[in-house]
C-alpha cells in the first residue's frame, strides 16, 4: 500500500527539524511541494535546502503543484464556505498527485510548516481524499515545532502562567472580543492586526513575523506603546516581500486592571 508522511518542518528554521522528522525525510521516496506562486517562492526554496540539508540527493524525487487561489474576500457567513471550496480543490489536487506520482509500494510526503496538528489543513484533505475512494493510502503525522513554540522561545517567555488557561485563536475571532475567563491569548492568521483594538487595555503583546527564517521580526512591550512600531515594522515587511506571516501573544495583566473580574 501506498504510505504518506505528513511531516511538520518548524517554523521555518532548519534547525527545527526533530531526529523523527529526518528520519521520515529519509524514508521517502516522493515529496509533494504546492508552489504558492512567485511571491512566496522563498517558502518552496526553504524546504528543497532542508531535503538539500537531510536527504541524500539521488534518493528522492520533488514534484510539483500550484495550489488553489483561495477567495480570501469571502468575510461573514461566505467563509466558511470559502474555505471549503479551497480544501475540496487541494483535495483533488492531492488525489491526483497520489495516484498518478506514487507507486504502489512507494512513500510520499507532505512538508508543512510549523505543526500539522495547529491550523493546518492537511490532516482534513487527506481525509477528504480517502472518503472519496478512488486512491487508498495510508498515513502517519510527524509533529513539528509551531510558531506558537518558536514565538514565546524568541520572547523568552512561557505560553502560560501558573494555574492560567492559554487560548489559540484567529484575529476573526479576537475582532469579537477577548476570550472570556482567559487572559494568555496566542492569535494567529490575522491579517488586520486586531490587536490595535485592545490599546486602551493593560495587555502586553509579543509579535512575530517570519520567524525561524533570516527575515524574522520580533517586538513586544504593552499594546499601547507597541502597536504603532509593529503597524510599521509589517507594513515595511509587506512592501518588501510582498507577503507576511504573523503570530502574537497577547497577555493580560489582572493583577495591575482594578476593572478585571
Known amino acids: 500500500m501506498r504510505k504518506i508522511h505528513v511531516i511538520g518542518i518548524g517554523a521555518g528554521d532548519p534547525d527545527q527539524l526533530t531526529l523523527q522528522a529526518v528520519r521520515a525525510l529519509r524514508s521517502t521516496d516522493v515529496f509533494f511541494v504546492l508552489d504558492k506562486g512567485e ?13 538539500d540539508a537531510h536527504v541524500p540527493q539521488g534518493t528522492y524525487r520533488v514534484v510539483e503543484a500550484r495550489d488553489p487561489e483561495r477567495d480570501r474576500s469571502a468575510g461573514g457567513s461566505a467563509y466558511s464556505p470559502a474555505v471549503g471550496d479551497w480544501r475540496s480543490a487541494r483535495a483533488g489536487i492531492y488525489e491526483r498527485l497520489i495516484t498518478d506520482e506514487l507507486g504502489p509500494d512507494e512513500t510520499g510526503a507532505f512538508l508543512v510548516w510549523g ?29 513539528g515545532i509551531s510558531s506558537v513554540s518558536a514565538l514565546v522561545a524568541r520572547h523568552r517567555t512561557g505560553l502560560n502562567r501558573v494555574a492560567r488557561p492559554v487560548q489559540i485563536t484567529t484575529g476573526r475571532r479576537l475582532a469579537e472580543g477577548f476570550p472570556e475567563g482567559v487572559d494568555d491569548v496566542v492569535v494567529m492568521l490575522d491579517a488586520h492586526q486586531t490587536f490595535r ?13 517570519y520567524i525561524g527564517t533570516p527575515d524574522e521580526i520580533l517586538a513586544s512591550g504593552p ?29 493580560r495583566n489582572p493583577e495591575r486592571d482594578p476593572d478585571h473580574t
Open 197 to 209: 483594538q485592545y490599546a486602551d487595555q493593560d495587555i502586553d503583546i509579543y509579535w512575530g513575523a
Open 39 to 51: 511571491v512566496k517562492s522563498d517558502l518552496t526554496r526553504l524546504r528543497h535546502d532542508m531535503l
Open 223 to 251: 499594546i499601547a506603546e507597541a502597536a504603532p512600531r509593529i503597524e510599521r515594522l509589517r507594513a515595511e515587511a509587506r512592501e518588501r516581500k510582498g507577503w507576511i506571516m504573523d503570530t502574537y501573544l497577547l497577555r
Open 115 to 143: 505543526d500539522p496538528a495547529l491550523y493546518d489543513s492537511t490532516l482534513g484533505i487527506l481525509e477528504e481524499v480517502l472518503r472519496k475512494g478512488a486512491v487508498t493510502f495510508a498515513y502517519d503525522v510527524i509533529p
